[in-house]
């Protein structure tokens, strides 16, 4: 392709095509902001309320989730602290109303509501959302050289499915005898015969059910028909691949969950029986229902979903931490190809292994065996995924910028998390485990140090492309150190609770029976501490967030930071601005010569090749220039 | 379709909305509603598990043609093939230029499917009239759940086509091409309820 | 005007098949869509036929066990589903693509049929 001619724009080299390119926009936003009638100018409620723009749905899914999160977080803590401190009235309780802690005082029903929405609330309106809809939306189409995804209207009709399930959810709080409180796995006959707040809460699951199935369809249709010129499959950067299997997992696994919510619907409200047993006693008095019915049908129905769901609360954090590693240790993913096909081999398999939820069922050694099988197999793509992450650091030129310390964070954390799955998955182990705190604990580790801080990783890493404002490192350091050692304090006592014998979902923690009262009384006060540590580390963050946001919304960006201040070589960073153009993302679309991790390129100068550049970048002019340039975007 | 993202125009111009692209042979539409219909699959599967989940662990299990209408619920399955075909012939006649033509055979469809909906009405009624209840047994609880989604599905295809017969045949005037899309993706939707009604006729009413 | 991506990706392989062209390629001659319209049309009568069958089996296999009429039934459906399938919604000329997300969607949905009854069939001491 030959040299491209290179100018100096104030204090920065640029490309004098780029250089071009970024003084028309400027023409162009310009003449916008000054023009009434110029052809695009939006009302204010199409523009940010019914936005059609995947960035602006991505911010919004964004927010909206980091509230529910914050939200799940703080019922938590009202948990752990009874938990740590069971039958004690502390004042925060008072919130809640006299019916659920009279003299602030938590009472069993109502910590039941606060355990059952904490994890509704976390999984279906904080992590998913933000995972698949905040991250998946904004990014998927950039790093893909889209203009948008294949179907923007769908787009916003998801996000607004989605904020309503929320609401309705929220809503279900003030319903007479409080809000779901038969976990968040509904089992009947319990939650059949709950209280109103149960069926609001399946209503809720309706919509976030829709809202999911058709941003799925959306992501997909946008992924294999919207690449870019030259994007091939083995092209992608992993966190396409991640979004992209994550995407055919909701769009199969949803729909048998909704078939139950309506099944149980029908039980609650047209007084069916498909979950009921005939001569179900409640309270003493014999149900007048049909019969005939079986809870274990549910438990089929919701475990269908509810398995490839975790692997939809995984895999786009693989993604997220796959990028910023490439990114962090400025080499290429060692690996690449055993992780997609890994992934693919993992989503296949999570639609066969449920029913290892379901071991104490009374399941036969037949079935039981099976998904013992299926569920160790599964162990295997998680294992490569984990292992190639782990090799990929191996001679890495390593920075350690808050996205990758978090990132860096999220393997061993994950580790943790998936090692202790495997007693879980074994039939034998499991009946002393299941409805244990260890399977708390498994689980937390996974999503909490795992996918949670491939979440911050992922705010950090991309708030300068959103916002063309970098996040305060110091601040992001506090965050990350006080966050990992409390949440390390939280779950790992409880792998020790559960080996114990300490039940899961008891409002006192397990001081009301004898095997289990020791080990609660020496580790829950513990734990709830370090919640409040945990609280405490995310004030910080939220400062930083919401001071750079609105530093960023009101025109105040980073001056020297350029549109690609971490060096990355994917579609996102090299291609567009930041924040992006508002629209169509792309001058020209843009064409791809070379994989997504071009790091450390023998021969290049640069330590980095964007996908869509054709040639390695030659020197400047005047040599010497550019490798300082280079060099100044690894201090940055 | 040429690959540029116009900036500057009110409506961002998608790649592939309209024409195929190259190396999948498909348009995005026809992508998005057969990966939609995947997912209708996997939720009347879930019903048809629930059934025989359900069957299986019954003491007794009423017979449908005990006390269904055979009779009206085979008329309705030969309406609901007669509407499979007219939405095809509407949409083949799209293809041929003739909106004339192809909103008469929508029509049809739409009358069609009322006529389904207005059968299954006197069903239901009848059911209710005869005091069978969702509530009275689980197969009556399974038949009207599967019945009641399908119709559900009956109606939203209603609402859609009526759309299409209205406000939005206006897409022919500078886009028939994109028209004719959106009338053979509805009209794969279509049929995949006309598959749902095919094995939920014998299922629930001849066994 | 070509698309820019032609030139890198592979083309479409078009391949008619009886009477039903591919339904993707946008420039059909009326002939071709007139010969599907006609198939259609015979598909038509062929399900309705099949309908008559159906209820005509019932009647016929009122003194056999419930098996078999539930796979008499189940493979008269599957018939006319496939002729649905097939020609209705034109899957006999389908892109690979599509093929390939309803295979998928075929083995999750044998999974969904079959693993929940076989839990049932192997309880616990059996």
């Given at each position: 392709m030959g040299l491209r001619r290179q100018i100096r724009v104030g204090s920065q080299w640029m490309y004098a095509d780029e250089a071009h390119r970024a003084l028309r926009e400027a023409l162009r936003v310009m003449d916008d902001e000054h023009s009434?009638?110029?052809?695009h100018h939006q009302p204010w409620i199409r523009r940010?309320?019914?936005?059609?723009?995947h960035k602006w749905i991505g911010i919004q899914y964004g927010f909206t989730a980091l509230c529910f999160l914050l939200l799940g977080f703080c019922l938590m803590i009202l948990m752990r602290l009874q938990l740590g401190w069971p039958g004690q009235p502390f004042a925060i309780m008072k919130l809640l109303g006299a019916t659920r802690a009279p003299g602030g005082i938590l009472l069993p029903e109502a910590y039941n509501q606060l355990g059952a929405m904490h994890g509704t609330i976390m999984i279906f309106l904080g992590i998913v959302p933000l995972a698949v809809g905040a991250f998946g939306n904004y990014l998927v189409p950039l790093q893909i050289g889209a203009?948008?995804?294949?179907?923007p209207k769908l787009n916003m009709a998801s996000y607004w499915c989605y904020l309503p399930g929320g609401l309705i959810m929220l809503a279900s709080f003030l319903a007479p005898g409080g809000?779901?409180?038969?976990?968040?796995?509904?089992?009947p006959p319990l939650s059949v015969i709950a209280s109103q707040g149960q069926t609001w809460w399946l209503i809720g699951m309706v919509f976030l059910i829709t809202s999911s199935l058709l941003g799925s369809v959306n992501f997909i249709v946008t992924i294999i028909q919207l690449r870019?010129?030259?994007?091939s499959y083995m092209r992608f950067p992993f966190f396409v691949h991640a979004q992209f299997v994550t995407s055919f997992l909701l769009l199969l696994a949803f729909p048998p969950l909704e078939a139950a919510a309506v099944l149980q619907l029908m039980d609650r409200?047209?007084?069916?029986?498909?979950f009921l047993p005939s001569g179900l006693v409640v309270s003493g008095q014999a149900l007048t229902n049909a019969g005939g019915g079986n809870p274990l049908l549910w438990q089929h129905l919701f475990w269908f979903l509810a398995h490839p769901e975790v692997y939809v609360l995984i895999l786009p954090a693989m993604g997220i931490v796959a990028e910023i590693i490439a990114n962090g240790t400025r080499k290429p993913l060692w690996g690449y190809k055993s992780m997609v096909f890994a992934t693919v081999f993992l989503g296949f398999m999570s639609f066969v292994v449920w029913a290892h939820h379901m071991?104490?069922?009374?399941?036969g050694t037949t079935i039981s065996a099976f998904f013992q099988t299926t569920t160790m197999i599964i162990s295997i793509p998680s294992v490569i995924i984990l292992s190639s992450l782990f090799i990929s650091l191996w001679g890495g030129s390593i920075r350690f910028t808050t996205p990758m310390l978090f990132a860096l964070a999220f393997l061993p954390m994950f580790g943790i998390g998936g090692l202790t799955g495997l007693p879980l998955g074994l039939a034998a182990a499991d009946i002393h485990l299941?409805?244990?705190y260890y399977v708390i604990g498994h689980f937390h580790y996974v999503v909490a140090p795992g996918t949670i801080f491939a979440m911050f990783a992922g705010i950090y890493y991309w708030f300068p492309k959103a916002t063309g404002r970098k996040l305060n490192e110091f601040w992001g350091r506090v965050h990350f150190w006080i966050s990992f050692v409390c949440i390390n304090g939280i779950f790992f006592p409880m792998f020790a609770q559960g080996l114990a014998?300490?039940?899961?979902?008891l409002y006192d923690g397990g001081m009301q029976y004898q095997h289990a009262k020791q080990i609660a009384a020496q580790t829950n006060p513990f734990m709830s501490i370090c919640a409040i540590g945990l609280l405490a580390a995310q004030v910080p963050f939220i400062f930083n967030f919401f001071y750079n946001a609105i530093a960023a919304a009101f025109?105040?960006?980073?001056?020297?930071?350029?549109?690609?201040p971490w060096g990355?070589?994917?579609?996102?960073?090299?291609?567009?601005t930041s924040p992006p153009l508002?629209?169509?993302?792309?001058e020209v679309l843009p064409v791809v010569y070379r994989g997504p991790y071009e790091y450390?390129?023998?021969?290049?100068?640069?330590?980095f090749i964007p996908?869509?550049?054709?040639?390695a970048i030659e020197p400047?002019?005047?040599?010497?220039l550019l490798p300082e340039k280079a060099v100044a975007m690894r201090e940055n | 379709m040429d690959a540029h993202a116009s900036v500057g125009h009110a409506e961002l111009e998608i790649p592939y909305n309209v024409h195929?692209?190259?190396?999948?042979?498909?348009y995005n539409a026809k992508l998005g509603i057969w990966l939609f219909l995947a997912s209708e699959v996997m939720l009347f599967g879930a019903l048809f598990s629930s059934l025989i989940l359900l069957r299986t662990g019954a003491e007794s299990w009423p017979r449908?043609?005990?006390?269904?209408?055979v009779k009206l619920a085979t008329f309705n399955t030969f309406i609901l093939i007669l509407s499979s075909v007219t939405v095809v012939m509407a949409w083949s006649h799209l293809r041929l230029g003739n909106l004339k033509k192809g909103r008469i055979y929508i029509s049809a469809t739409v009358l069609c499917a009322l006529i389904f909906l207005v059968a299954k009405g006197f069903e239901y009624s009848h059911e209710f009239s005869e005091?069978?209840?969702?509530?009275?047994n689980n197969f009556l609880g399974i038949y009207f759940t599967m019945t009641g989604l399908h119709g559900l599905h009956i109606l939203g295809g209603v609402i859609v086509f009526l759309y299409f017969l209205g406000?939005?045949?206006?897409?022919w005037a500078h886009d028939p091409e994109r028209y004719t899309n959106r009338i053979e993706v509805v009209g794969l939707y279509w049929h995949f309820v006309d598959l749902v009604w095919i094995f939920l006729f014998p299922i629930l009413y001849l066994m | 005007m070509t698309d820019p991506a032609a030139a890198v990706e592979p083309g479409v392989d078009v391949h008619e098949h009886a009477g039903v062209?591919?339904?993707?390629?946008?420039?059909?001659?009326p002939e071709q869509i007139r010969a599907e319209m006609r198939v259609y049309l015979t598909v038509f009568f062929g399900l309705a036929a099949l309908t008559a069958v159906t209820v005509g089996a019932f009647y016929a296999l009122k003194g056999f066990p419930v098996r078999t009429a539930i796979i008499v039934a189940l493979i008269i459906a599957s018939i006319k589903g496939f002729l649905v399938a097939g020609f209705f919604m034109h899957l006999l000329s389908e892109k690979k693509v599509i093929y390939g997300v309803l295979i998928l969607t075929v083995v999750f949905f044998i999974f969904l049929m079959t693993l929940p009854i076989s839990h049932h069939a192997n309880p616990f001491g059996s």
């Open positions: 009434e009638h110029g052809g940010y309320v019914f936005s059609t723009d203009p948008d995804m294949a179907f809000t779901a409180q038969s976990g968040w796995t509904s089992y870019a010129k030259g994007l409200l047209a007084g069916t029986s498909f071991f104490l069922t009374g399941m299941h409805d244990t014998g300490v039940s899961r979902r025109g105040n960006r980073d001056e020297g930071l350029g549109s690609n990355a070589t994917t579609m996102e960073w090299a291609a567009t508002a629209h169509g993302n792309f450390s390129v023998p021969g290049s100068e640069v330590d996908q869509h550049q054709p040639a400047a002019p005047r040599g010497g | 195929p692209r190259p190396d999948t042979g498909v449908g043609y005990e006390f269904l209408n005091h069978r209840l969702p509530k009275t406000p939005g045949a206006k897409m | 062209g591919d339904p993707n390629a946008h420039h059909h001659s």
